[in-house]
């Protein structure tokens, strides 16, 4: 880092770190899936390029933390001899190493943004039952695998066309082939994002209890013929593979990330243009720590996606589950368990002791006095033998065990 500013070395080396925080979390999370058996699942594919694009931008920061004044006259002299490329706009005026991998960076983020757009048209399926009908299931089945496939291939296809110079040459049509994928990816998202929350808000102004039948079985589609399940009871859904029962709410969350970041994108854009026309007006590149700390901000949203997709699907149950057995010593988890096992044990104690300390009077119509003391015992059935003494000595008290209650009757009278 011997060309970076003295300022900004502390930005630089805490943006490092952050970035492989967030690495670190996504290989712990492709892990998961991996040993689930859920590699091909929609979350598995957007964690495959969140830490392709993680990977690149860390590359990137080496690369420009250690060759800062070289990338940045570089950047420099791009500008000033192209003046008006929308490319610069995009890119930063990024040449060489930096532009390849800000380009796989952007290919990334479209590829994710559309994985999300095909895995909110799964989720929708799966609420409203559509894929559970018969005409409908063979032709839903096929969207959803043609869905993967157009998730990776038509993003490529966009990077491919912004490299030829008659789209170069316009700057509003090679801005507009650039985001129209990604923002109609948000917005097509958003769509199928509202139908789901109105059914779910549906189902519960009916007082129902509401789980979709999304997710219960590892399927190269993630959808089931199940559509979705209400109840008047109030029975917990059924475990549901590596998802729980919050799979709405973290889906919407990274969905809200998601827009956050598609703004972040045009805030960068409209930074760059901005940067482009002061360069262009300069006679020397800014190497001062100001301009350098502001570029290394905008290297944090894209790592971030790691990291939150760690945090919204790897923190699920069988997930915790799986990473508690794995890194947590071994003696750690004994010991916790047999502390567990005497808590149970003491607070069964307690309640038990409790129980048969409490009893009730109850005056009968007919002015009999029942003295009734109930032994709990999680009102467990009586062991096998168990009987009714009708044989006691005094024809005044008799005594009725039942079920763990035990019923004295007095005044020889029936209860």
């Known amino acids: 880092m011997s060309q970076l500013p003295e300022g900004a070395v502390g930005t630089a080396v805490g943006v490092l770190l952050y970035s492989f925080i967030c690495e670190v979390c996504n290989i712990v999370m492709v892990w998961l899936l991996w040993v689930h058996e859920e590699g091909l699942s929609y979350v598995a594919c957007i964690s495959y390029f969140t830490l392709l694009s993680t990977t690149c931008s860390i590359i990137q920061q080496f690369h420009d933390y250690i060759f800062w004044k070289d990338v940045t006259t570089a950047q420099f002299n791009n500008k000033t001899a192209q003046v008006g490329n929308p490319q ?128 219960k079985k590892s399927t190269s589609t993630e959808t089931t013929s199940n559509g979705p399940h209400t109840s008047g009871g109030g029975s917990t859904p059924q475990s549901q593979g590596i998802y729980d029962r919050w799979l709405l709410i973290r889906f919407t969350i990274a969905f809200l990330f998601l827009a956050i970041f598609e703004v972040t994108n045009i805030i960068f854009q409209i930074s760059a243009q901005r940067n482009n026309n002061r360069d262009a007006a300069a006679a020397a590149p800014d190497l001062s720590a100001e301009r350098a700390i502001a570029i290394m901000y905008f290297n944090m949203p894209g790592v971030t996606a790691s990291l939150l997709a760690f945090v919204v699907f790897g923190t699920t149950r069988p997930f915790r589950e799986r990473m508690y057995r794995t890194f947590v010593p071994k003696w750690f988890q004994k010991d916790k368990e047999n502390t567990n096992l005497a808590s149970q044990q003491l607070q069964y104690t307690r309640r038990d002791s409790a129980a048969k300390q409490r009893s009730t009077s109850i005056k009968l119509s007919k002015g009999t006095d029942v003295d009734t003391v109930v032994r709990m015992d999680d009102l467990r059935a009586p062991a096998r033998g168990a009987y009714l003494d009708m044989d006691s000595d005094s024809d005044s008290e008799r005594r009725f065990p039942r079920n763990g209650l035990t019923t004295t009757i007095k005044g020889g009278s029936r209860a």
């Open 88 to 215: 610069l706009t995009l890119a930063n005026g990024s040449v060489g190493l930096d532009l390849v991998l800000f380009y796989i960076q952007f290919y990334c983020y479209t590829v994710e943004a559309t994985f999300v757009l095909f895995w909110a048209f799964t989720l929708t399926q799966s609420v409203y039952g559509w894929a559970g009908k018969p005409r409908l299931r063979r032709i839903f089945r096929r969207i959803n695998t043609a869905g993967k496939i157009i998730s990776v291939a038509l993003p490529l296809l966009t990077i491919c066309l912004l490299q030829v110079p008659t789209v170069q040459s316009t700057f509003v049509g090679f801005i507009i082939l650039a985001d129209i994928e990604f923002a109609l990816s948000c917005f097509g998202g958003c769509i199928l994002l509202i139908m789901i929350l109105a059914k779910y808000v549906q189902t519960r102004r009916q007082l129902t209890t509401w789980s979709h039948g999304y997710g």
